[in-house]
T-cell receptor
Framework: LAKTTQPISMDSYEGQEVNITCSHN???????ITWYQQFPSQGPRFIIQ???TKVTNEVASLFIPADRKSSTLSLPRVSLSDTAVYYC?????????????FGKGTKLSVIP | DTAVSQTPKYLVTQMGNDKSIKCEQN?????MYWYKQDSKKFLKIMFS???????INETVPNRFSPKSPDKAHLNLHINSLELGDSAVYFC?????????????FGPGTRLTVT
């Protein structure tokens, strides 16, 4: 079955860099890798998107190796307000059919 | 102005009832989606519509039917509600592009079936 996997949870102290990795072995050839942030009782919010190598915006960086079977979201110098659940989203060609698939989310807890 | 709005925010109903959730986006996007988020916070796509055509239809029960009167609206109608339908339902929209899924989500509708 198609699978997108990411760690269930991570803890970090304020001011540290946090890296969250998502594996997506069956990513569709033309699809981007997209990451979202979700706070309790809110809808997911777009953070960053990339196709290959490295993408950086004012919020995060996204590292994608050449084979595109994984991606790493990097949050520089996290603060308490970064405590949230982070999801990766890819188009997945596993099991012979195309599916738009979210990872199960990584709950990031930032500690003072 | 809210980019993607959903109504109602909360919906409590009994098993067997029929209910609808409305979604509207004012971003000018051409694609809209419905997602279900269960108690474990897993997000699963249910439907997407592009220019009034269904382009992804996951293996959801046929009690669920999306209806799009125009490209700014995608409503979700649910027949014969079951306990397992209790979840948070999110609407989202995006502008179609090859492989790009920068989506904008609504605030969610928490459905509770008793």
């Amino acid at each position: 079955l198609a699978k997108t996997t990411q760690p269930i949870s991570m803890d970090s102290y304020e001011g540290q860099e946090v890296n969250i990795t998502c594996s997506h072995n069956n990513i569709a050839t033309n699809d981007y890798i997209t990451w979202y942030q979700q706070f309790p009782s809110q809808g997911p919010r777009f953070i960053i998107q990339g196709y290959k190598t490295k993408v950086t915006n004012e919020v995060a960086s996204l590292f994608i190796p050449a084979d595109r079977k994984s991606s790493t979201l990097s949050l520089p110098r996290v603060s308490l307000s970064d405590t949230a659940v982070y999801y990766c989203l890819v188009g997945d060609n596993g099991a012979g059919s195309y599916q738009l698939t979210f990872g199960k989310g990584t709950k990031l807890s930032v500690i003072p | 102005d809210t980019a993607v709005s959903q109504t109602p925010k909360y919906l409590v109903t009994q098993m067997g009832n029929d209910k609808s959730i409305k979604c509207e986006q004012n971003l000018g996007h051409d694609t809209m989606y419905w997602y279900k988020q269960d108690s474990k916070k897993f997000l699963k796509i249910m439907f997407s519509y592009n220019n009034k055509e269904l382009i992804i239809n996951e293996t959801v029960p046929n009690r669920f039917s999306p209806k799009s009167p125009d490209k700014a609206h995608l409503n979700l109608h649910i027949n014969s509600l079951e306990l397992g339908d209790s979840a948070v339902y999110f609407c989202a929209s995006s502008q179609s592009g090859t492989g790009s899924y920068e989506q904008y989500f609504g605030p969610g509708t928490r459905l509770t079936v008793t």
